[in-house]
């Protein structure tokens, strides 16, 4: 009678702290609820990182601009800027050419991009102009602060594809990337996106 | 404690129990897997959608350079040599001939206009060749000042998500001719370096071939004649060309550079290398072992330097395979087994003959 009248004890001690133990769970479950929904929060502002590094190259692209190359002075969008160098036959196109195009594109590719992307670090990329590297950086963004944390989160990328004369095509590719990440994070990327492969 | 000693409140507290914990550690099951507990994120669609618009810029992008690029070299190519290249209406000394007076009017190009048309839809077509996405197929009209106006013919379908389609419509494009840059002269896939010893050359007509456009066969004909240097003249004075000719000694003489296009073959210009044999056609002439050793040779060597040339029966073709128009060349005589392609299709095979005033029955 005393184990029978014990375990009867026991089994009503539990029953009375029965809604304190319920409650306990609930808000166990409750804060992992918040963090899944945390989680989810933080791919869509990723999904919105590579929109926003879409609308800038695209109207970087579109952004008009004065050549002063040719005679007279011309104005063109970046993109025909672009399509024009490229489609010339890169083995006939001079030294002195390329070092022109060069410096044209990161004068006014630096100008554009850094005017609507301020404190945000980028590097935007064009089809190698020499046989030594796969690509060629166009521009990058200034030496001045670029840690401060804009609204970008992570690492965003959009290419556009051109077309050119010979049929063949050109691949731009804008590439933005969140100084507040660890340097490792970002060097990986880098490395494995862009230096090896440079496609999108 | 009074419900404790009822029997049925007794029984009640700890079902209720169970069931809370049952459905907490469902709750808990689902939080802590992968499992979504939505189907979307919040504001993904939204997110798919906004992705779905830059998409369809970067396409449009694409399609205004393309026509940008596709008007200036047609262009260039009217301005070069008369515009289309497979000519229609016949040509004069390698300048297309708009029209025949001898054809109905319609039947070629009537006009400047016709002619850039054809032009620059093949060149548009080569850029949508390359970038498939893109390629929706576009009406354009041509207005007074060759203005360009395109209108899709369908929209580019996007996939939102893994189980919705939405479709992006293109807008039309207008384009003038002010992009600013040099036409090319369309550049060789490869540079051609004949390693067949060339005897003699025959300077004849040719043309830039269109970009976009693989050399991917060698066309044969016989000549007509039992010379090379009557082949060489007649083919001067009607403006057409091959790019070589094999003369009844196996001689072989150069005409055109194998990266430029020479006229000899209607629809096939483009994409091929034309060979002329000589012999006059008729049941009486064989063609020499010296020309078929020469052919050999010379097949064996295009294929070497064009890599979508094979020594196959596909790829090494006949006039009278290509031709609708009741060509007939090479002739019957000619023994496709001692280049080493015995299979080849012959002109009875393809229900045609030899015209009987030259011996045939």
């Not at chain 2, 540079?191 to 066309?219: E, F, H, N, Y």
């Not at chain 2, 004909?221 to 039992?226: F, L, M, N, S, V």
Request: one cysteine or more; a neutral charge.
């Amino acid at each position: 009678m005393t184990n029978t009248n014990s375990k009867r004890a026991a089994i009503v001690d539990f029953l009375s702290h029965f809604w304190a133990y319920i409650f306990v769970a609930m808000v166990i479950v409750l804060f992992a609820i918040f963090f899944k929904l945390g989680q989810q929060d933080q791919a869509s502002i990723t999904s919105l990182d590579s929109n926003i590094v879409d609308s800038n190259l695209i109207n970087y692209l579109k952004t008009p601009i004065i050549v002063t190359t040719g005679h007279p002075k011309e104005k063109i969008s970046v993109g025909e800027y672009i399509v024009s160098y490229y489609s010339q036959d890169q083995s006939t196109v001079s030294s002195e050419s390329k070092t022109q195009f060069q410096a044209t594109m990161r004068q006014q590719t630096e100008a554009i991009l850094n005017s609507r992307l301020p404190n945000i670090k980028w590097k935007l990329f064009l089809p190698s102009i020499d046989s030594t590297l796969p690509f060629t950086l166009a521009g990058e963004s200034g030496t001045g602060d670029t840690s401060t944390v804009g609204v970008v989160k992570g690492i965003g990328q959009s290419c556009v594809t051109l077309p050119l004369q010979n049929s063949d095509q050109a691949l731009v590719k804008l590439v933005i990337i969140n100084d507040a990440l660890p340097a490792s994070t970002v060097l990986t990327h880098i490395k494995g996106t862009i230096y090896k492969e440079y496609s999108c | 404690m009074l419900r404790t000693n009822k029997k049925g409140g007794f029984i009640f507290e700890p079902i209720v129990a169970l069931g809370l914990v049952v459905v907490l550690v469902y709750a808990f099951i689902v939080v802590t897997n992968k499992q979504a507990m939505f189907n979307e994120r919040i504001g993904e669609k939204q997110l798919k959608l906004i992705d779905a618009y830059y998409q369809g810029e970067k396409h449009l992008i694409y399609t205004d350079y393309a026509a940008k690029l596709s008007a200036m070299q047609a262009l260039y190519d009217l301005a070069l040599y008369g515009g289309e290249i497979e000519e229609k209406c016949g040509n004069y000394f390698g300048y297309t001939l708009w029209s025949d007076q001898n054809k109905p009017i319609g039947a070629c190009f009537p006009t400047y206009k016709d002619n850039f048309a054809a032009m620059f839809e093949e060149h548009l077509n080569s850029h949508f060749t390359t970038h498939e996405e893109t390629s929706v197929g576009y009406t354009f009209d041509i207005k007074n000042s060759l203005d360009v106006i395109g209108m899709p013919d369908s929209g580019i379908d996007f996939k939102i998500g893994n189980v919705n389609i939405r479709e992006v419509a293109i807008s039309d494009f207008i384009v003038a001719p002010t992009l600013n840059q040099q036409p090319q002269d369309k550049k060789p896939i490869l540079t051609p370096s004949p390693q067949t010893p060339l005897s003699s050359s025959c300077p004849l007509v040719s043309a830039p071939r269109p970009s976009g456009v693989k050399v991917d066969r060698i066309v044969l004909h016989h000549t007509g004649d039992d010379a090379a240097s009557k082949t060489c003249r007649a083919l001067q004075q009607f403006g057409l060309s091959v790019h070589y000719i094999i003369d009844r000694d196996g001689t072989i003489v150069y005409a055109v550079d194998e990266g430029k296009m020479a006229f000899h073959a209607k629809g096939q210009n483009s994409k091929s290398i034309g060979i002329e044999i000589v012999n006059t056609g008729r049941a009486s002439m064989q063609y020499t072992p010296a020309q078929y050793a020469a052919i050999k040779q010379l097949i064996n060597d295009i294929a070497k330097r064009w890599p979508d040339v094979k020594v196959d029966n596909e790829h090494v073709v006949a006039h009278y395979q290509v031709s609708d128009i009741g060509k007939w060349d090479p002739s019957p005589n000619f023994d496709w087994a001692q280049i080493g392609l015995g299979s080849h299709q012959t002109l009875a095979s393809l229900g045609k003959k030899a015209p009987t005033e030259y011996g045939y029955a």
